[in-house]
């Protein structure tokens, strides 16, 4: 990509909540058709970065900008898909309606005929998009939790997005729906160069598809290729204890990461808990 900035721009950011920082000094630019893993423990600060960028909090110095334009709520060129919950019934919404949801946006009414139809043929193509048409008019809460997930995604990416934001979407998912959900996204951003920050404990599902890594730690961040950020050296430096990285038939394991707010889980590598950054400014 060669315009001034890429598809999201942070320039210099900082992010504190009282004496607690989570990063400072962030410069980062996420390019049209890239996929960036976004690592780090719990409460590092994955998820409001996120939020920064949505344009739902503002950080403590620094600029962020969206296609160009400062970060603000609403942004039709991001696509969000928040962490994977479970919908317990009752919940009359069908797929459709979720979906129609990000179509509708601020908008508010009914509209002509042919705007509601316009409107449904958008959905459907969505879903459809996804493998989820069959699901239309099912309510959510009798689906599975790999079946929400794909309708959230035709939600994310029902505006056409140039930029997909991806909270945690492999929570409580099985290894056959996370890599479904994964193939995906990684479908959209390769058929129409929608860029990807994905948030993630579980970085070995997404190795195949990352082009960079985001790690936050301690106030501190790293960012580069895989194989350059995820050393046991710079995550020893990172942290300022003991971590190792170890590599086992293509799958990373890191070992003796502080602050897990649960036990640790060998085979993703990192904490896969629920990530307290999406709670309250106190947890962070």
Same mark, same amino acid.
């Given at each position: 990509?060669?315009?001034a900035h890429g598809v999201i721009s942070l320039e210099g950011t900082s992010m504190a909540f009282g004496a607690r920082t989570l990063w400072t000094g962030l410069d980062?630019?996420?390019?049209a058709g890239e996929f960036v893993a976004v690592l780090g423990v719990? +409460? &590092?600060?994955?998820?409001?970065?996120?939020?920064?960028?949505?344009?739902l909090t503002s950080p403590t110095s620094g600029r962020?900008?969206?296609? +160009? &334009?400062?970060a603000r709520r609403g942004s039709r060129a991001l696509g969000y898909i928040p962490q994977q919950r479970r919908i317990a019934p009752p919940a009359p919404l069908r797929a459709r309606d979720l979906v129609g949801v990000g179509v509708d946006g601020q908008r508010f009414g009914l509209g002509s005929l042919r705007a509601r139809r316009a409107r449904r043929a958008t959905v459907e193509a969505a879903l459809d998009g996804v493998g989820a048409l069959h699901l239309a008019d099912t309510p959510l809460d009798v689906m599975s939790g790999g079946e929400q997930q794909r309708v959230r995604v035709a939600q994310a990416l029902v505006t056409d997005p140039q930029a997909l934001l991806c909270d945690e979407p492999l929570l409580s998912l099985d290894l056959h729906h996370q890599q479904t959900t994964v193939a995906l996204i990684d479908g959209r951003r390769r058929s129409h160069g929608t860029a990807v920050l994905f948030v993630t404990h579980e970085i070995n599902p997404v190795l195949p598809y990352v082009d960079r890594v985001l790690y936050l730690a301690g106030g501190r961040f790293h960012i580069g290729a895989v194989d350059e950020v995820l050393t046991?050296?710079?995550l020893t430096a990172l942290?300022?204890?003991?971590?190792?990285v170890i590599r086992v038939g293509g799958r990373i394991i890191v070992a003796g990461l502080p602050e897990h707010s649960g036990p640790?889980?060998?085979?993703?590598?990192?904490?896969p808990g629920a990530d307290p950054d999406s709670s309250t400014a106190s947890d962070r």
């Open positions: 990509m060669t315009a980062f630019e996420l390019q719990n +409460g &590092s600060g994955k998820t409001t970065l996120l939020q920064t960028i949505l344009g962020v900008l969206v296609a +160009g &334009s400062p046991s050296e710079n942290y300022g204890t003991p971590v190792e640790a889980h060998a085979e993703e590598g990192l904490d």
